[in-house]
């Protein structure tokens, strides 16, 4: 097939008529598929590039340096996580060996005044950062990228969904995303059974920005019955619709399963994935007004999701 893309910014430029067509179409990628690659995004290449150079020189270290920035507790959500710590596919139920993978995660940069006590022990712990020169400025500099692009990708969803093009700005006024660097080691021997490099799951949240490796396999989407890869290019995004969106479009859109797949003789490969996560206390209530979800917060969602994938 050939894989969906959108341009956000020819978008965010284009006259009505060639908006709307294509909010049209964007709406139909969600609906169809859930993932499409995005380009036209904007971000400056300069801050991937730096985030990019400062999660490789945190992998290449030895085991003792990464673990000095393991979390302190199991379900600390930040930190580094081993080889052993996770098991994607847990996530929907089904038991398999751990993920061939390891990962650096932070949280939000700043608390707003009045975070509940409930919040502030989950999603507003403090950052573990690693002490590495740069690290923690290359990597603010990413998240707030991020940040800012959720924010134009969920205005475009809106339009999208023929609401008002500032509908979702009052759930993301504080929004609890995550920023996760992974990092596959190389495979010799073949896996496990049942084990991947990311096990099949989808995503918890509103929307997914993921970067893989430019040139780099493996990510695959389930379609049909059967797995598409993804593909992988210079200067692009790969957006996912999460389970927090489906539940809010009262499955108009899909949270597609996905996976990344392991094999014997693979080269290492990197990728960031920022998870974008309305307000804690957000009121995700299906946009239809029909009774196919109950309402959840975001907050309390998202910690029950992340608590079902420890090893």
């Known amino acids: 097939m050939s894989f969906p893309s959108f341009d956000l910014s020819a978008f965010e430029t284009a006259h009505q008529d060639a908006r709307h067509d294509m909010a049209t179409r964007l709406d139909r990628i969600c609906r169809d598929t859930g993932f499409l690659v995005l380009k036209g995004h904007g971000v400056d290449a300069r801050i991937v590039d730096d985030v990019w150079r400062a999660a490789a020189v945190f992998f290449a270290q030895d085991a003792a340096a990464k673990q000095a920035v393991a979390p302190p507790y199991q379900g600390y959500p930040y930190g580094y996580l081993g080889s052993d710590a996770e098991a994607l596919a847990r996530s929907k139920g089904e038991d398999t060996p751990p993920d061939l993978k390891e990962s650096f995660n932070s949280g939000p940069l700043v608390v707003p005044d009045g975070a509940s006590a409930e919040a502030r ?92 490796q430019p040139g780099s396999a493996g990510l695959q989407v389930q379609q049909g019955g059967g797995w598409v890869d993804v593909p992988a290019l210079e200067g692009a995004f790969v957006i996912n619709i999460g389970d927090l969106m489906a539940r809010w479009t009262a499955d108009r859109w899909v949270s597609t399963l996905h996976r990344v797949v392991a094999k014997s003789g693979q080269p290492a490969r990197q990728s960031l994935a920022f998870f974008h996560q309305p307000d804690w206390d957000a009121e995700i209530v299906p946009l239809d007004g029909s009774d196919a979800y109950p309402s959840v917060r975001s907050g309390p969602y998202l910690m029950a999701k992340f608590q079902a994938t420890g090893v």
């Open 121 to 212: 022990a989950f999603c507003y712990q403090p950052t573990l950062w690693p002490d590495l020169p740069g690290f923690r400025t290359a990597w603010e500099a990413y998240y707030t990228a991020m940040e800012d692009l959720a924010a134009r990708l969920m205005r475009a969803f809106a339009v999208a969904l023929r609401l008002p093009e500032d509908h979702f700005a009052p759930f993301i006024s504080h929004p609890i995303s995550a920023l996760r660097a992974v990092h596959y080691p190389a495979t010799v021997d073949a896996p496990l059974d049942k084990q991947q490099r990311a096990g099949a799951h989808t995503d918890y949240g509103s929307l997914t920005i993921l970067l893989p």
